[in-house]
């Protein structure tokens, strides 16, 4: 069981940057993919970006490729997503993931663990 915990959230303006971090419990942070995942009210919940297990391997959805950077620092048991040049469609609320048999994935469904999310708003 892996328990994962989101922080960094906030109240931005656009153009800004945050930088948002998930904290996971346990010893067995790096046999683990981790993905971030985000959702605007009234819409699913849709992929922003995702890490492999011991990090080589890093990829983005398009909506964010070239401002948000994700990374993990497993001797911390933490991934971070760094998001800059905010925009107001950027508003939603921010999850982590962790999939244990995946290496890559930009499913939900291939996720075991969740976290219970950040709230990230944008202002124009």
């Known amino acids: 069981q892996v328990q994962l915990v989101e922080s960094g959230g906030g109240l931005v303006q656009a153009g800004g940057s945050l930088r948002l971090s998930c904290a996971a419990s346990?010893?067995?942070?790096?046999?683990?993919?981790m993905g971030w995942f985000r959702q605007a009210p009234g819409k699913e919940r849709e992929f922003v970006g995702g890490i492999s297990k011991i990090g080589g391997r890093i990829y983005y959805a398009d909506s964010v490729k070239g401002r948000f950077t994700i990374s993990r620092d497993n001797a911390k048991n933490t991934v971070y997503l760094q998001m800059n040049s905010l925009k107001p469609e950027d508003t939603a609320v921010y999850y982590c993931?962790?999939?244990?048999?995946?290496?890559?994935?930009?499913?939900?469904?291939?996720?075991?663990?969740w976290g219970q999310g950040t709230q990230v708003t944008v202002s124009s």
């Open positions: 346990g010893r067995t942070f790096s046999t683990y993919a």
């Open positions: 993931a962790a999939g244990r048999v995946i290496n890559r994935s930009s499913r939900s469904d291939d996720y075991d663990y």
